[in-house]
């Protein structure tokens, strides 16, 4: 089979020649290591003879960018204002993984939102799609890849919110500002429509995927009930939309403790959730048993184990083959690799996991 077929008969409980290998990257640093360590650098995917998912990011971006701009600079650290527009302070050696001092996002109060919204926040097709768009899509038409168009930063009702607020502002903007929240959520919600009305008039995609990363170790950063208030009407537009344009796909990328927003993310139509966070407390064996195989699964192996024994890995794998076998599920790992994992332990569990989804 094809990557593209695999793809589609795993998530639709078809039979398959083997479930999809991912190949996960890492950090900078990880990289960094791995060549020190005998990679060459080269794709990940094809040094394992894994699976290629074309992946169409940046769609729902600021459009155009801000231009990144250094405002001060000392010794030991800088200001800068980043492409979305947020400012914050970062080391000098600056690393691409580590986590900057926020000091100001770009919407504090409506007029804000409105400028940012008229600005760079407009479906202007040709932009936002490329001068290469018809190529591309004449491309896609004989593909053997599965395409997905993921809404990384910018398409979701949360995440993208947080992106103009910051994550205290925004939470409080649920009690003191909710027609802010509301006009946000919105237009979101009508840019993702006319963006992917123009991507699905040239094209057919097997999956749109929402970016909202709103949840942490202890659970969901604002309550089930503002979710279902505030966000579920908005998913549920989008998605009816998407749904009658024959995407049958709809998934969405959350970090963190998920178990209180998957009936609401289902309930909206969301059928497919990653990457399942192991260190947060999920477990997608349990997942499964809770929400059936309505929902499909992407992820879930402790990326953690990878920094231990080989033994630790086998395990790691082992815990999600029970998932494997019933279907509708993708393993690869809950997150890309920190530096703590070695080029060797990263090879290993490629192999014993190439080797698991051959043999059962």
Known sequence: MNCRERFV?????QAVDRPPLIATGGWPETAQRWREEGWDG???TKRFGADNWIWRTQLLF???????EVIEENAETKIIRNHEGILMEIPTLWRESSMPRFLRFPVEVMDDFRAFADERLQPDRQLRLGPNWAAECAAWNTRTEPLIVFSDRWGGFFGPLRNLMGVENLCKAFYDDPGLIEAMMDHIADLIIMVMDRVLTDTKIDMFAFWEDMAYRGGSLISPR???KYMLPRYKRVIEFLKSRGV???GLDSDGDINQLIPIWMEAGVNLLWPFEVQSG???CSVRREFGRELRILGGIDKRALACTHRDIELAVDAVMPVVADGGYVPYLDHSCPPDISWGNFCYYMDYLSRRLVCG
Do not use: A, H, K, Q
């Open 9 to 13: 008969n795993t998530l639709c409980y």
């Open 42 to 44: 080269g794709s990940l």
């Open 62 to 68: 600021p459009c155009p960018p801000f231009t990144e």
């Open 226 to 228: 503002l979710v279902r």
């Open 248 to 250: 049958n796909l709809i």
């Open 282 to 284: 999920m477990d997608v």
